[in-house]
Structures are given as structure tokens and as C-alpha cells.
């Protein structure tokens, strides 16, 4: 364990609650346990970067869990009978996007979904699944694939009026050739047997899915939002994307209004160089993006420049 790691472990050990990387440090100096050559204005930020880059590696080998965005706590104190069963919920880590599809996924037939997506005046998801159920071409598949089936992922924007919320990807994120280091518009998952609930029927879960990773990839838990209930959502149009290896897959674009008072910044969001796209002016490099997001944006300028 690295130096900040051992003085998060020490405080956190002895103050038996949660704490933010700067209250961590504040504790640590009060308790004079912190060596010369990490003193510095912003050594808290170092330090919540150490706690996040260790949680998200390490995951269920970490010594530390999130209680909410920005505060840490020791796994080891979980068990004590004495710590309060609110410290004891873990806020989760940021995805990998390759790691996302754990469960069966939700699959479309190829052949049905050709055919829909060449003749369909309308690529709507609520008529796309109604289409696919009546032509039984609707399945669950294994998370090795079936390649008569198509995988489901929603790719969600965060919009705030005629802007969407861009960012770049990291190489640990996607390590994929064309996706590594790219811009992105979107927020991608793939829907599991897992998404879909009483509560979800229709859509087979797939927008809780898009609402639970944007939550989680923002840093957002139930308590950004007072007494009100994150807005869900909405499905914008679907098309089909090559995934991974060439293999197509099914997008549902999603788009997510953004309440007023949220704004990326670097400081509490794990994106690099957030920052807000105007729709009414198309990038200057579109080739700058990865693929999913690129032929998302020229769909949705084509539409905005229809709607104007």
C-alpha cells in the first residue's frame, strides 16, 4: 500500500466513519502522521484519486468502498456490529465498459431486425419490440453471444437544451482500438435478463438500465435529488452499431435531461475533459469520436436540422 493508502487507512481506522479525501487529510495532519513529501496544497485531490483509482482496480480486493460520491470507508469495519448500518452500504465504482455484460443479454433476431430497420418508417423502440414479439424474434442469449441474435445496449446522452455532455474515453474503460481515447456522447449498457422487472415490462428493463448507469457513471446517488425522483430516460430511436469484433449490435439511443443544478466537472466526476456539445453546430473532427457516437450524431444533427 502506497503512502496516501496507509494514512486513509489509518484515519478512517480510527474514526470509524466515512470521510472525504480532504477530511481524511485534515485528520491526518491534526495528527501529525503525514511525511514531509506529500505536504502541498492539493495533496486531497491526489488522495481521492489513489481511493478511487484503488476501488476501481482492486474492486471487491479493495480495503475501501464509496458510502456515497466522494466518501470512503474500510471494508473491514463492516462487519463490526458497532458502525451504523447507513456506513455500511457501498456506493459502486465506475464501469468498465467491457465488463458491463455479466448476465444473459437481451437479443433481437438479425434477420427480423434487417428487414425492420430497411422497410420501418419509424425506429422506435416501444414499436421496434412490439414488431419483434409478435415475430418471436425476441430472446435472451449467453453472454458468449449467439450470432443470430443481436445484443441490446442502450447508449444514453445527458442533454442540457441544445447541448449534450461529451467526454473522452480512458483506456482502462474500453481498451478497444477504436473506442480508447475517443470522445463519446453517450453512457453505453447492456441490457440483461437482470434489467427487466414488473415495473419495466414493455421495454424489457432497458430504460432503468440507461437511468442506473448514468447515475452511477456521474456520481449520482438518491440523495442528489431531495425529495424527487431522478428523471427517467427517454428513448430517442434505435440503430444498429458494430460492436465489438465487427459483431453488430442493437442501440437504443437514449437521451437524459440533466436537472439544472448538474454540471461535470473534473472534480467530482471520473470523466476526462467533459464538456458540453452544441448540437446546432456539427464538430469540427466527427472522426475524433468512436464509432457509436458518430453515427449517433450525424442521426441526431440530421434531426435537429429537420426540426429547425
Not at 463492516?78 to 447507513?86: C, G, Y
Request: charged share 30%.
Amino acid at each position: 500500500m502506497d503512502s496516501y493508502l496507509d494514512i486513509a487507512h489509518k484515519v478512517l481506522r480510527a474514526s470509524r466513519r466515512p470521510m472525504s479525501a480532504k477530511g481524511i487529510l485534515d485528520a491526518a495532519y491534526r495528527a501529525k502522521i503525514v511525511p514531509e513529501h506529500l505536504r502541498g496544497s492539493t495533496q486531497h485531490k491526489t488522495l481521492q484519486a489513489r481511493l478511487s483509482e484503488d476501488i476501481l482496480h482492486h474492486r471487491l480486493s479493495s480495503l475501501f468502498y464509496r458510502t456515497e460520491p466522494g466518501i470512503f470507508f474500510l471494508c473491514e469495519l463492516i462487519s463490526d456490529p458497532n458502525i451504523p448500518e447507513k456506513f455500511k452500504e457501498k456506493f459502486p465504482a465506475r464501469r468498465r465498459t467491457r465488463d458491463l455484460q455479466k448476465e444473459s443479454a437481451l437479443g433481437i433476431r438479425r434477420s427480423f431486425l434487417k428487414d425492420w430497420l430497411e422497410h420501418s418508417d419509424c425506429h422506435s423502440l416501444g414499436k421496434m419490440i412490439a414488431a419483434a414479439e409478435q415475430h418471436e424474434a425476441v430472446k435472451y442469449v449467453p453472454v458468449s453471444g449467439d450470432s443470430n441474435y443481436a445484443s441490446v445496449w442502450t447508449f444514453s446522452l445527458v442533454r442540457r437544451n441544445r447541448e449534450v455532455l461529451s467526454y473522452r474515453i480512458g483506456r482502462y474503460r474500453d481498451d478497444r482500438e477504436a473506442f480508447a481515447n475517443k470522445k463519446t456522447i453517450g453512457f453505453p449498457g447492456a441490457v440483461t435478463v437482470g434489467d427487466r422487472s414488473l415495473f419495466s415490462q414493455e421495454d424489457y428493463g432497458a430504460t432503468e438500465n440507461a437511468l442506473g448507469i448514468l447515475l452511477l457513471d456521474l456520481d449520482l446517488s438518491s440523495q442528489s435529488f431531495a425529495n424527487e425522483n431522478p428523471a427517467k430516460p427517454t428513448p430517442i430511436f434505435v440503430l444498429e452499431a458494430e460492436g465489438e469484433d465487427g459483431v453488430s449490435v442493437l442501440l437504443i439511443v437514449m437521451e437524459w435531461k440533466c436537472p439544472d443544478w448538474f454540471e461535470p466537472t473534473t472534480k467530482k466526476l471520473s470523466l476526462n475533459d467533459p464538456c458540453w456539445l452544441n448540437l446546432s453546430v456539427p464538430p469540427n473532427n466527427i472522426d475524433d469520436f468512436e464509432p457509436w457516437s458518430q453515427t449517433t450524431l450525424r442521426k441526431i444533427l440530421t434531426r435537429e436540422l429537420v426540426e429547425e
